[in-house]
């Protein structure tokens, strides 16, 4: 958004009002389609249908404003962002909000998806507008009243002001708003009048969080539930054969042992009984598929890539003419394991099947999808079938997959009782929906000492890069210039981590593009800005990085990280990346302590346009740049006799404060339109460490985790 | 199966339990007291951090039949308010993302500065090496606990 402006666009399909019984205003909006025809938001607050409305506006007559959110809260922040947009443009005091999730027992509902780091670049022009639309009617009711013109009427802070200094609090006007006719054109603020936007505002769930109220779907409760522990394969590949379980049925507590389709579900009263007992079952398990291991998926993928079996996903010019012309080829191959998400909260879900309805309860990201999944599951019609999201003590993915709840849904279908199935940590790390190893290989051919062809393969296992990641930076930027995908069908489960794709493949172009600079004697910033200096005025709509606004982050991120000057003993590694519509540049500081290289610093420079909320913003950062490194420093996740070899933190290591560094965050002040922070500062993370270390130690880096590579013990911080 | 008398949050509870259930599974499922979380069962994570005799212990490793007699505090009975100068800072530097191991962080960090009220960095780091932060919010939480020792200092 370059300046405001006049939207012709009709709320009236979208937003819709009531006049509450209780007194106050109650505005119902569908976020992303329109609402029917017929639908009406409530004259009761408790009655409150997310059917037809996916958020509701409550203004109560004395002007505190409630905003029902509509989204899920994974970590991501958009509980608080979301709604802030609402209140900027409703010109209200922040101190005047409260956020609210939709109530706990409404039927038959169904929300938006959270993943991709979208949310707030979707809500970004519908939420102001709901907001604006709701100040206007306001503002009518008051020019209304006076008898003046609106135009002549502004609004500060919950208060109408009229041309003659008369002034009414929203609070007065909500009665006479409610019942006006939903305006057809809303004006929005001007960037430099945000008074919400861009200020520091706390997490809104933060007093629930710090006091240990039950907010989590591990934390749902409801009376007569049972909790079911699960036994699945203990591998990839096997079936259940037989089984004994006279010895859990004796543990007291134990309600029902079930078989559901290949595993066993033991019931309890409680948490404990059920996991022990579980593990008291004696079960066979025979073959049924290939049992895989870790060396055989790395030969299966190396293979592939030496091979000749590709899907070409961007061609550009002629990469095999230039590659036969050059006068020298660099050609590397980068290598990642699979990936556990270990959300701290592991997989559990609430399902109550019943004759009527079907209610599911916890944390999921696709409550649509799961509906239609567990009525399919269940032969049941999809209209019978409500999904209800609790906070989700993280996601990173793994929620995106309804698997667990379709689980709980198939025993409660049995034992036709209200069931939460609970994973312990070794359930959750070995039933998992893994990233995928993948391997790259880059191969660039140089002519003259200029980079003349690009050659990016990819090897996965069980799917390949999507969407436009083919068109991310170089392409446009190289005449010659191809992707080209395969893939190895496994048995293990495999889905979306954290920047699906980007968060291994920014590791491996960002390093390549080092030594590319190294071979060709070129300063490697200077490379990516005379790369990206070749996009501009592209006209390739495939390209939607900005390669202005990347070049902008990199001249900043030298700028304040004081790269190519380092302090003395501080080796300082580079990378830029664009994903998730965000562009950021990221300097990694690493110091030898007892020959060991130690990061104690990353500089992260984002654009990602409006910085909503700066607080939470940098959260994100922080956090996804800590996780990129955890990750491609220690996340060793390999699979033995088709069951990856750690199941729980004892030996699989995630990162600890003890071994991180600082993360310094700065923004990229302009206008443009927010994009998402929940994924884009992890992917460039692996490279600027690798980078660093490699002037550090001299040793490049190919391989991830790190930890093998440098053959060091774990910690590194 | 036997009863056990324990005292959480300066009230007595008598609870009927196997002798061998940890301390965070009674907790979460008999007492209903949920800020304590499951994590790893193995006292790896920290999620399941309570104060046992001020003592910041891991429950989810803690027999019922070995706390009887003790004190035990959990999140719930921190503060009546929220308003432990911990809390207090993990609000203002708002700590947060998803929420869930954050309990567990601010009883290993309360339990800590009664023992080392004016900490360093490194102290810091050192002491909160055991709970893990899925969401790594590390930084904020050694920028919470620091303003939080000049609080109580």
């Known amino acids: 958004m370059k300046s405001s402006n006049n939207i012709h666009l009709s709320r009236r399909s979208f937003i819709k009002t009531s006049a509450l019984?209780?007194?106050?205003?109650?505005?119902?909006?569908?976020?992303?389609?329109?609402?029917?025809?017929?639908?009406?938001?409530?004259?009761?607050?408790?009655?409150?249908?997310?059917?037809?409305?996916?958020?509701?506006?409550?203004?109560?007559?004395?002007?505190?404003?409630?905003?029902?959110?509509?989204?899920?809260?994974?970590?991501?922040g958009v509980k608080t962002s979301m709604p802030m947009l609402i209140a900027e443009e409703l010109d209200i005091s922040w101190d005047n909000v409260r956020v609210v999730q939709g109530a706990l027992d409404t039927e038959n509902y169904t929300r938006q998806v959270a993943g991709g780091s979208q949310s707030i670049r979707l809500g970004w022009e519908p939420l102001r507008q709901t907001g604006a639309t709701a100040r206007q009617m306001l503002i009518n009711a008051a020019a209304q009243r006076w008898n003046v013109d609106p135009k002549n009427c502004t609004t500060e802070a919950g208060v109408v002001k009229g041309p003659d200094g008369a002034t009414l609090g929203y609070g007065e006007l909500v009665k006479d708003a409610a019942v006006l006719e939903v305006p057809e054109e809303v004006t929005l603020k001007k960037p430099e009048d945000f008074t919400i936007i861009g200020k520091d505002i706390v997490n809104v769930d933060v007093d629930k969080i710090v006091t240990g109220k039950p907010?989590?779907?591990?934390?749902?409760?409801?009376?007569?539930?049972?909790?079911?522990?699960?036994?699945?394969?203990?591998?990839?590949?096997?079936?259940?054969?037989?089984?004994?379980?006279?010895e859990s049925k004796n543990v007291t507590g134990v309600?029902?042992?079930?078989?559901?389709?290949?595993?066993?579900?033991?019931?309890?009263?409680?948490?404990?009984t059920a996991m022990k007992a579980r593990d008291l079952i004696k079960a066979n398990w025979e073959e049924d598929t290939e049992i895989?291991?870790?060396?055989?998926?790395?030969?299966?993928?190396?293979?592939?890539?030496?091979?000749?079996?590709?899907?070409?996903?961007?061609?550009?010019?002629?990469?095999?003419?230039?590659?036969?012309?050059?006068?020298?080829?660099?050609?590397?191959?980068?290598?990642?394991?699979?990936?556990?998400?270990?959300?701290?909260?592991?997989?559990?879900f609430f399902a109550d099947v019943q004759d009527e309805k079907v209610r599911l309860v916890g944390p999921i990201q696709t409550p649509e999808r799961t509906a239609q999944q567990v009525a399919t599951l269940l032969e049941r019609d999809v209209k019978d079938v409500s999904v209800e999201m609790t906070r989700m003590g993280g996601g990173f993915g793994r929620r995106l997959y309804g698997d667990f709840a379709?689980?709980?849904?198939?025993?409660?279908?049995?034992?036709?009782?209200?069931?939460?199935?609970?994973?312990?940590?070794?359930?959750?790390?070995?039933?998992?929906?893994?990233?995928?190893?993948?391997?790259?290989?880059?191969?660039?051919?140089?002519?003259?000492?200029?980079?003349?062809?690009?050659?990016?393969?990819?090897?996965?296992?069980?799917?390949?890069?999507?969407?436009?990641?083919?068109?991310?930076?170089?392409?446009?930027?190289?005449?010659?210039?191809?992707?080209?995908?395969?893939?190895?069908?496994?048995?293990?489960?495999t889905g979306a981590w954290r920047a699906p794709y980007t968060n291994f493949l920014s590791f491996a172009e960002q390093s390549f593009f080092d030594e590319l600079a190294e071979v060709l004697g070129k300063d490697n910033i200077a490379l990516r800005l005379e790369l990206l200096e070749k996009v501009k005025g592209t006209t390739d709509e495939r390209i939607?990085?900005?390669?202005?606004?990347?070049?902008?982050?990199?001249?900043?991120?030298?700028?304040?990280?004081?790269?190519?000057?380092?302090?003395?003993?501080?080796?300082?590694?580079?990378?830029?990346?664009?994903?998730?519509?965000?562009?950021?540049?990221?300097?990694?500081?690493?110091?030898?302590?007892?020959?060991?290289?130690?990061?104690k610093k990353v500089t992260c420079v984002?654009?990602?346009?409006?910085?909503?909320?700066?607080?939470?913003?940098?959260?994100?950062?922080?956090?996804?740049?800590?996780?990129?490194?955890?990750?491609?420093?220690?996340?060793?996740?390999?699979?033995?006799?088709?069951?990856?070899?750690?199941?729980?933190?004892?030996?699989?290591?995630?990162?600890?404060?003890?071994?991180?560094?600082?993360?310094?965050?700065?923004?990229?002040?302009?206008?443009?339109?927010?994009?998402?922070?929940?994924?884009?500062?992890?992917?460039?993370?692996?490279?600027?460490?690798?980078?660093?270390?490699?002037?550090?130690?001299?040793?490049?880096?190919?391989?991830?985790?790190?930890?093998?590579?440098?053959?060091?013990?774990?910690?590194?911080? | 199966m036997p009863v056990y008398n324990l005292k959480i949050n300066g009230t007595a509870h008598s609870i009927e339990a196997d002798p061998d259930t940890p301390l965070l599974w009674v907790l979460r499922d008999h007492l209903n007291l949920v800020g304590t979380k499951y994590g790893c069962g193995i006292g790896q994570c920290g999620a399941c951090t309570v104060h046992v005799d001020g003592t910041a212990t891991r429950s989810c490793l803690l027999k019922v039949s070995m706390v009887e007699a003790m004190e035990i505090t959990t999140i719930e009975g921190l503060s009546e308010d929220g308003s432990h100068p911990v809390q207090i800072a993990w609000k203002e530097i708002d700590v947060p993302q998803c929420g869930y191991c954050q309990a567990g962080q601010i009883m290993s960090a309360s339990a800590f500065l009664n023992t080392n009220a004016n900490p360093s960095k490194e102290d810091i780091r050192d002491a909160m090496s055991g709970n893990l932060c899925r969401c790594a919010s590390y930084n904020r939480i050694e920028k919470a606990i620091e303003t939080a020792s000049s609080k109580l200092s």
Request: proline residues 6%; charged residues 20%; aromatic residues 10%.
């Open chain 1, 606 to 717: 984002v654009d990602c346009g409006v910085v909503v909320n700066p607080l939470g913003a940098k959260n994100q950062i922080e956090g996804g740049v800590l996780d990129g490194i955890g990750h491609a420093m220690y996340g060793n996740f390999t699979f033995e006799k088709g069951t990856p070899v750690d199941k729980n933190f004892n030996t699989y290591h995630l990162i600890r404060i003890n071994e991180t560094p600082q993360v310094e965050t700065h923004f990229i002040k302009n206008d443009y339109a927010p994009t998402g922070l929940g994924e884009p500062a992890l992917p460039p993370a692996g490279a600027a460490v690798a980078n660093a270390i490699k002037i550090a130690t001299g040793k490049r880096l190919y391989k991830q985790p790190f930890v093998n590579e440098l053959k060091v013990k774990a910690p590194l911080g």
């Open chain 1, 21 to 76: 019984a209780g007194g106050g205003m109650l505005i119902g909006f569908n976020l992303f389609q329109a609402c029917k025809p017929e639908a009406k938001p409530p004259v009761d607050i408790s009655q409150l249908n997310f059917n037809d409305f996916n958020a509701f506006i409550k203004i109560a007559d004395n002007g505190m404003v409630t905003i029902f959110s509509p989204n899920p809260e994974i970590g991501q």
């Open chain 1, 255 to 272: 309600v029902d042992i079930i078989d559901v389709k290949n595993r066993i579900a033991v019931l309890a009263k409680d948490t404990w």
């Open chain 1, 544 to 599: 939607q990085y900005s390669p202005e606004r990347l070049q902008n982050v990199i001249r900043e991120a030298v700028a304040k990280s004081g790269y190519g000057q380092p302090k003395e003993g501080v080796y300082q590694g580079f990378s830029s990346y664009y994903c998730h519509n965000t562009h950021v540049a990221e300097v990694a500081d690493v110091v030898m302590e007892n020959e060991v290289p130690v990061v």
């Open chain 1, 215 to 246: 907010l989590f779907g591990l934390d749902y409760k409801e009376d007569g539930m049972l909790t079911a522990v699960v036994m699945r394969a203990p591998s990839f590949g096997l079936k259940l054969k037989d089984y004994d379980a006279s």
């Open chain 1, 406 to 493: 379709q689980e709980a849904a198939l025993i409660s279908n049995i034992v036709k009782k209200p069931v939460k199935v609970v994973y312990t940590r070794e359930d959750d790390m070995t039933a998992g929906v893994y990233r995928p190893a993948i391997k790259y290989k880059i191969s660039a051919s140089i002519k003259d000492g200029e980079i003349t062809g690009y050659h990016l393969k990819e090897a996965s296992i069980n799917s390949n890069m999507y969407g436009l990641i083919p068109n991310f930076f170089p392409a446009g930027a190289i005449e010659n210039y191809q992707v080209d995908v395969a893939k190895y069908d496994s048995n293990i489960t």
């Open chain 1, 292 to 348: 895989e291991s870790t060396a055989m998926h790395d030969k299966k993928l190396m293979d592939l890539l030496n091979g000749k079996d590709f899907k070409t996903m961007r061609a550009d010019g002629n990469v095999k003419k230039a590659f036969a012309e050059a006068d020298q080829v660099l050609e590397r191959v980068y290598e990642s394991p699979f990936l556990p998400h270990n959300c701290m909260e592991p997989m559990n």
